[in-house]
Each structure stands twice: as structure tokens, then as C-alpha cells.
């Protein structure tokens, strides 16, 4: 199993930016990709950025140029940032880490809300 635990959410102005982590434990080993993905309300769950095997990076056209992803390896565990920068209210949404294992099957964090003000 692996445990997700995120942090680093909160209200920001337009503008503005916020870096959220994903601390990742467990069987680090069977990870083979991690990434972030957004639901803002009424909407369905949508991948904003990840980081495959081979360190390949796939990021979500509407964060492009704004948005960084970023993982750091320790011995026990794996952490996964996000830093937004230039936010937008469209950027409004409940923010989940995702870990996916070999065989496919995912993991999830528990969600950090991220709210952009205008």
C-alpha cells in the first residue's frame, strides 16, 4: 500500500501563488508514476500535472507555463510539489495527489482545497 498525505493549500488572490506537497509512504518501490489532479465543483476530475516512468512529464494544457511539478526522493519516503504560480479563479478546485502502481491501480490523497480569489 501507499500513504498520500498532502498539505499546502489555501486562499490566494488572482496572481498570486502557493506550492502544495504530497508526501508519499509505504511501498515506494511498486510507484511508478505520481502526479496531481484537480475536481472543482460541478466538474469531473481532471489531471493537472504528472511525472511517468522515465521522469516523463505530462501537464495540462490550461496550467502550461504556470505550474511546476517536482518530486524529491528520500530513503523512506517520496514527495511530490506543485508549484502554481500566476493563478487564476478557474483555478479553483480540491487538489489530489495520485500515486499509480504497478498494474495500474491508483492511490489518492485525501484532497487540499485551493481557492483563487478575484
Known amino acids: 500500500q501507499v500513504q498520500l498525505v498532502e498539505s499546502g493549500g489555501g486562499l490566494v488572490q488572482a496572481g498570486g501563488s502557493l506550492r502544495l506537497s504530497c508526501a508519499a509512504s509505504g511501498r515506494l518501490f511498486s510507484i511508478i508514476a505520481m502526479g496531481w489532479h484537480r475536481q472543482a465543483p460541478g466538474k469531473e476530475r481532471e489531471l493537472v500535472a504528472q511525472i511517468g516512468s522515465g521522469d516523463r512529464l505530462t501537464v495540462a494544457d490550461s496550467v502550461k507555463g504556470r505550474f511546476t511539478i517536482s518530486r524529491d526522493d528520500t530513503v523512506n519516503e517520496v514527495y511530490l510539489h506543485l508549484q502554481m504560480n500566476s493563478l487564476k479563479p478557474e483555478d479553483t478546485a480540491v487538489y489530489y495527489c495520485?500515486?499509480?502502481?504497478?498494474?495500474?491501480?491508483?492511490?489518492w490523497g485525501q484532497g487540499t482545497q485551493v481557492t483563487v480569489s478575484s
Open positions: 495520485n500515486a499509480v502502481v504497478g498494474g495500474g491501480f491508483p492511490y
